[in-house]
């Protein structure tokens, strides 16, 4: 799968055993290699909610936001899968069902 964070295209990629400098990761975003690594062996709920974690934080890179809250970012990604969730209504088209005044 590949997703469009800006002008940039990333690869999503679902790794086994990922794991970085602290430790296991359930995600990491690579701007250089434009990748998203997704650890495979977690959750499908998790991995959902990584998912858009990584996306925030391509969003906030592209925006030329470099230092974040990692707090702020998950909270963000937590709340944002929860407001698809409960009302998927909202994704197919947004423009449409706009009144114009």
């Keep these: 799968m590949q997703i469009k964070i800006g002008p940039i295209l990333y690869d999503v990629l679902e790794v086994h055993e990922l794991c970085g400098e602290a430790g296991s990761l359930c995600g990491d975003l690579n701007t250089s290699r434009t990748r998203i690594r997704i650890n495979a062996d977690d959750?499908?709920?998790?991995?959902?909610?990584?998912?858009?974690?990584?996306?925030?934080?391509?969003?906030?890179?592209?925006?030329?936001?470099?230092?974040?809250?990692?707090?702020?970012?998950?909270?963000?990604?937590?709340?944002?899968v929860q407001v698809i969730s409960d009302n998927p209504e909202i994704i197919p088209t947004f423009d449409a069902r706009v009144e114009t005044e």
Excluded: C, F, K, N
Excluded at 46 to 58: A, N, R
């Design 43 to 80: 959750d499908s709920q998790v991995q959902v909610v990584t998912l858009w974690h990584e996306i925030l934080h391509g969003i906030l890179y592209t925006a030329g936001i470099r230092d974040h809250d990692e707090r702020l970012v998950d909270a963000l990604a937590h709340g944002l």
